[in-house]
């Protein structure tokens, strides 16, 4: 089974940065992605990623977080620039046995315990 550890999330100010990263016991052949949840509301896709590279954003974040993997360290990055007070709310890790991506949650089976992140106005 695949386990993922996600860390990183900090309370940080509007228009500031951070990186999040997840350690997976493996990531070969898996789609890998960042999903958030907000208190109250459902969980969301925000970015994935490929084997091969390929990403997807959702609209929100295109252009403000970069997803990255690094196949040989088996890890997933999810860097967060000019932040919003938006974007705050538990961040997870998750991944899908298929090399597909989607930004759906519900086609993802495996998933970290989250990392939370705060951003202030």
């Known amino acids: 089974q695949v386990q993922l550890v996600e860390s990183g999330g900090d309370s940080v100010q509007a228009g500031g940065s951070l990186q999040l990263s997840c350690a997976a016991s493996?990531?070969?052949?898996?789609?890998m992605g960042w999903f958030r949840q907000a208190p109250g509301k459902e969980r969301e896709g925000v970015a994935t990623?490929?084997?091969?590279?390929?990403?997807m954003y959702a609209a929100s974040v295109k252009g403000r977080f970069a997803i990255t993997r690094d196949s040989a360290k088996d890890t997933l990055n999810l860097q967060m620039n000019s932040l919003r007070p938006e974007d705050s709310g538990k961040y997870y890790c998750a991944a899908r046995r298929y090399i597909l991506c989607t930004l759906t949650q519900t086609e993802f089976a495996i998933w970290g315990q989250g990392t939370q992140v705060t951003v202030s106005s």
């Open positions: 990623i490929r084997s091969d590279g390929t990403s």
């Open positions: 493996r990531t070969s052949n898996l789609c």
